[in-house]
C-alpha cells in the first residue's frame, strides 16, 4: 500500500487548508484511515481516524472542532479539513491507514510522506 498525501502549505493564522491522503496499491486492506503530525522536536502525535464506513471520527483534543475527517465513498482518498488555523498547528502531516482500528498511537500499518503545514502568526 501507498499513500500520497497533497495540500500542505503556509496559511496565515485564522486560515484553512485541506489536505488530501490517496491510496494505492493493496487497498482492500485499508479500513481505517487518518492523519498524524508532528513539530520539530516533538514526537509525532495522532490528529483525527475515520473508520472504514466513515461513521465514526476521533480527534485530538487540540483540535476538535476546528479539524474534520472525511472519506470519498467510492475511492480511497480521505481529507483533513483544517480550519481556525493556530501557529502551534505547525507540523508535517502524515496520513496513515490501517486494516484493524483507529488507534492514537502512530502504530498503524501504513504511512505517507507527509506534508508540511506552516502557520504563521
Known amino acids: 500500500v501507498q499513500l500520497q498525501a497533497s495540500g500542505g502549505g503556509l496559511v496565515q493564522a485564522g486560515g484553512s487548508l485541506r489536505l488530501s491522503c490517496a491510496a494505492s496499491g493493496r487497498t482492500f486492506s485499508i479500513y481505517n484511515m487518518g492523519w498524524f503530525r508532528q513539530a520539530p522536536g516533538k514526537e509525532r502525535e495522532f490528529v483525527a481516524g475515520?473508520?472504514?464506513?466513515?461513521?465514526?471520527?476521533y480527534y485530538a483534543d487540540t483540535v476538535k472542532g476546528r479539524f474534520t475527517i472525511s472519506r470519498a465513498s467510492a475511492e480511497y482518498t480521505w481529507y483533513l479539513q483544517m480550519s481556525s488555523l493556530k501557529p502551534e498547528d505547525t507540523a508535517v502531516y502524515y496520513c496513515?491507514?490501517?486494516?484493524?482500528?483507529?488507534?492514537?498511537?502512530?502504530?498503524?500499518?501504513?504511512w505517507g510522506q507527509g506534508t508540511l503545514v506552516t502557520v504563521s502568526s
Open positions: 496513515a491507514a490501517d486494516p484493524n482500528r483507529v488507534i492514537t498511537t502512530p502504530s498503524w500499518a501504513y
Open positions: 475515520i473508520n472504514w464506513d466513515g461513521r465514526s471520527a
